[in-house]
T-cell receptor, first 115, second 118 residues
């Protein structure tokens, strides 16, 4: 019940395309859903996050769509660029009951954006 | 840079060696974490320290021993490791506080130590 399942494992799109990465969770106590971006040789960095009281959040070219009833959330990258090529991780946490917000990560999606 | 540094960046050790990984955060945070990142597996949380006290041990084998002498430093002591322990070990830090309206909770990660056990 603590798992977060992420798909696809890898994704290749052309520049300007809209890659979509999906995540699903089981634990209904999760109340914080971040996406992290990781470039080779670097640690993951927070990209965008959402809480379950909204169904969508946009920051620049990145959008999270959240479906509470289906227990699913997804990341959309608009007008993707080669510089977006990286590994993307979804995560979930129950921050309301934990001061340290233990994150459960998905398996990761390696995105390649071709010029 | 994220404000979280890790040393060494690369480490090769034999199964009988003892070594330590070091993490330092310059962000004034009071929660620190160790994660293990293996190929094709999710990031695995190993340990959590909150105000220097260990609050989480995610069933990690005793050959991994964490130490948190203060809120800015975190160590991972390694001894008699196995080849399957080869991975990227990531340190992270965060501010320990309830989520405030308009504030995004975030863990800041270091670049990791690439560990190879021979």
């Amino acid at each position: 019940q603590q798992q977060v399942k992420q798909s696809p494992q890898s994704l290749i799109v052309q520049k300007g395309g809209i890659p979509i990465i999906n995540c699903a969770y089981e634990n209904t106590a999760f109340d914080y859903f971040p996406w992290y971006q990781q470039f080779p040789g670097k640690g993951p960095a927070l990209l965008i996050a959402i809480r379950p009281d909204v169904s969508e959040k946009k920051e620049g070219r990145f959008t999270i769509s959240f479906n509470k009833s289906a227990k699913q959330f997804s990341l959309h990258i608009m007008d993707s660029q080669p510089g977006d090529s990286a590994t993307y991780f979804c995560a979930a946490s129950n921050i309301s009951s934990s001061n340290t917000g233990k994150l459960i990560f998905g398996q990761g999606t390696t995105l390649q954006v071709k010029p | 840079e994220t404000g979280v540094t890790q040393t060494p960046r690369h480490l090769v050790m034999g199964m009988t060696n003892k070594k330590s990984l070091k993490c330092e955060q310059h962000l004034g945070h009071n929660a620190m974490y160790w994660y293990k990142q293996s190929a094709k597996k999710p990031l695995e949380l190993m340990f959590v320290y909150n105000f220097k006290e260990q609050t989480e041990n995610n069933s990690v084998p005793s050959r991994f021993s964490p130490e948190c002498p203060n809120s800015s430093h975190l160590f991972l002591h390694l001894h008699t490791l196995q080849p399957e322990d080869s991975a990227l070990y990531l340190c992270a830090s965060s501010q320990d506080s309830p989520l405030l309206a308009g504030v995004t909770y975030e863990q800041y990660f270091g670049p990791g130590t690439r560990l190879t056990v021979t």
